[in-house]
């Protein structure tokens, strides 16, 4: 069963950092892609990173490379989205989700996956 806990999000300066967490209540995260996505208002929903936690391949968008960090605690069936040097346009609510591989991928769109969290949001001021 997948049920998903984000935690971790906040208010913080451009430059700072934050860690933000999700946690799969329901059991565990082994062979899973865990995805994190954010969505400003007035704005379509954006995929930002992910991580297959069977073998921890992850995947980044363009904007966040270089500042973002996914990684996975399977002890705490919790996967963390590390961001650093935070951007005013990083301001978003930011979600997680979870799905089976697809083809021997993660999902790249988020229609694509079935379990979302209820999000967290972060503002950069």
């Known amino acids: 069963h997948v049920q998903l806990v984000e935690s971790g999000g906040g208010s913080v300066p451009a430059g700072g950092s934050l860690r933000l967490s999700c946690e799969n209540s329901g059991g565990t995260i082994n062979d899973k892609c865990l995805g994190w996505f954010r969505q400003a208002p007035g704005r379509e929903r954006e995929a930002v990173a992910s991580i297959y936690t069977g073998d921890g391949i992850t995947d980044y968008d363009a904007s966040v490379q270089g500042r973002f960090t996914i990684s996975q605690d399977d002890a705490k069936n919790t996967v963390y989205l590390q961001m650093a040097s935070l951007k005013p346009e990083d301001t978003a609510m930011y979600y997680c989700?979870?799905?089976?591989?697809?083809?021997?991928?993660?999902?790249?769109?988020?229609?694509?996956?079935?379990?979302w969290g209820q999000g967290t949001q972060v503002t950069v001021s």
């Open positions: 989700a979870a799905d089976d591989r697809i083809g021997g991928a993660c999902p790249a769109a988020g229609y694509q996956y079935r379990y």
